[in-house]
């Protein structure tokens, strides 16, 4: 390829990509941990401690507990958070995913409670309300890290919306902040000690269309050029 079309075709791709970005959410985004907790808190919004090794893919993570001793079975537990007010990965996260084109959320997370919990994700604006949780079907096994896979749209059975006032627009227009759960079942409600959490890799996808189309718009420029 001639040098000079290769530098028109890599200044064209980013600044499209620079263009796609211009809504607070980076997208696609992983925060993997490198270095540091990235700012998120546990179920006390205390920092969550670094880990740096035995994540997933054996690389970082962060951990921290929650106590159950005051749960009622089926309450929904917020035990990890990743929030606008924290600036959590530098508020990467924060932003209107439905503009961004976010059409899925996954985590990976570890807990050593003594049996299997159900856990979910949940998604709200940066004052917190309206929100949602995206449950996870399948309960996480003990000590085993296992990847939460949330899709974002409107018809998925693993939305619940808080209420009539929270609706996929009004939640996912305007996302602030992320937390892990849990759904309290019956051994966990008044359990003690407190129980620890894992983890790893939180990240937004785009809907695979989304960079085809960039690229393509990419190209049909060097085309007319």
Same mark, same amino acid.
């Given at each position: 390829?001639?040098?000079?079309?290769?530098?028109?075709?890599?200044?064209?791709?980013?600044?499209?990509?620079?263009?796609?970005?211009?809504?607070?959410?980076?997208?696609?985004?992983?925060?993997?941990?490198?270095?540091?907790?990235?700012?998120?808190?546990?179920?006390?919004?205390?920092d969550?401690?670094f880990?740096?090794?035995?994540?997933?893919?054996?690389?970082?993570?962060?951990?921290?507990?929650?106590?159950?001793?005051?749960?009622?079975?089926?309450?929904?537990?917020?035990?990890?958070?990743?929030?606008?007010?924290?600036?959590s990965?530098?508020?990467?996260?924060?932003?209107?995913?439905?503009?961004?084109?976010?059409?899925?959320?996954?985590?990976?997370?570890?807990?050593? /409670?003594? @049996?299997?919990? *159900?856990?979910?994700?949940?998604?709200?604006? !940066?004052v917190?309300? +309206?929100?949602? #949780?995206?449950i996870?079907?399948?309960?996480?096994?003990p000590?085993?890290?296992?990847?939460?896979?949330?899709?974002?749209?409107?018809?998925?059975?693993?939305?619940?919306?808080?209420?009539?006032?929270?609706?996929?627009?009004?939640?996912?227009?305007?996302?602030?902040?992320?937390?892990?759960?849990?759904?309290?079942?019956?051994?966990? /409600?008044? @359990?003690?000690? *407190?129980?620890?959490?894992?983890?790893?890799? !939180?990240?937004?996808? +785009?809907?695979? #269309?989304?960079?085809?189309?960039?690229?393509?718009?990419?190209?049909?420029?060097?085309?007319?050029?």
């Amino acid at each position: 390829m001639d040098i000079r079309n290769y530098y028109v075709m890599t200044t064209t791709l980013a600044a499209l990509l620079v263009a796609a970005s211009a809504h607070a959410a980076t997208v696609p985004l992983t925060e993997d941990f490198a270095a540091d907790n990235a700012n998120w808190k546990d179920a006390a919004s205390a920092d969550l401690v670094f880990v740096g090794a035995g994540g997933p893919d054996g690389s970082s993570f962060v951990t921290g507990t929650a106590g159950f001793v005051s749960a009622n079975e089926n309450d929904f537990v917020s035990v990890i958070r990743g929030q606008d007010s924290f600036d959590s990965s530098g508020d990467a996260f924060v932003g209107d995913w439905i503009s961004d084109g976010v059409t899925q959320f996954t985590a990976w997370v570890r807990h050593n /409670a003594p @049996f299997p919990l *159900p856990m979910f994700a949940r998604f709200a604006t !940066p004052v917190n309300f +309206p929100g949602a #949780a995206g449950i996870q079907f399948a309960p996480v096994l003990p000590n085993t890290w296992t990847q939460l896979t949330i899709p974002i749209n409107t018809t998925t059975p693993q939305i619940i919306y808080e209420g009539p006032g929270a609706t996929y627009n009004s939640v996912f227009g305007n996302i602030g902040n992320i937390q892990i759960g849990v759904q309290v079942p019956a051994g966990l /409600a008044g @359990f003690t000690p *407190p129980v620890t959490f894992d983890l790893d890799q !939180p990240t937004i996808t +785009p809907e695979p #269309a989304t960079l085809g189309l960039l690229l393509a718009g990419g190209l049909a420029l060097l085309r007319r050029r």
